[in-house]
Nanobody, 112 residues
Framework: QVQLVESGGGLVQAGGSLRLSCAVS????????MNWFRQGPGKEREFVAQ????????YYDDSVKGRFTISRDTAKNTMYLQMNNLKPEDTAVYYC?????WGQGTQVTVSS
């Protein structure tokens, strides 16, 4: 049974940076791709970025391209999201996702 645990959220000023981590435990040998999603206040949950587990190919929503970088360390079974030049509209709960499994989320708040 796969479990996902996010960490690294917090409060940061606009223009600042944060790095989120998602620790993966359980059955991971068949993992194809993992995702970051976010849900802002009063908004639907939305896709942020994806990485393929073996090849490391990446995909981003246009709203974060050039500012966010998704990566993974297969030896540590951990996925990351480096977020630079943060904007107030990036404020959200960030979730990592693997197929139908979701983490508990980590709050990111960007002040203007």
């Amino acid at each position: 049974q796969v479990q996902l645990v996010e960490s690294g959220g917090g409060l940061v000023q606009a223009g600042g940076s944060l790095r989120l981590s998602c620790a993966v435990s359980g059955r991971t040998f068949s993992t194809k791709a993992m995702n970051w999603f976010r849900q802002g206040p009063g908004k639907e949950r939305e896709f942020v970025a994806q990485i393929t587990w073996t090849g490391g190919s990446t995909y981003y929503d246009d709203s974060v391209k050039g500012r966010f970088t998704i990566s993974r360390d297969t030896a540590k079974n951990t996925m990351y999201l480096q977020m630079n030049n943060l904007k107030p509209e990036d404020t959200a709960v960030y979730y990592c996702n693997l197929e139908n499994v979701w983490g508990q989320g980590t709050q990111v708040t960007v002040s203007s």
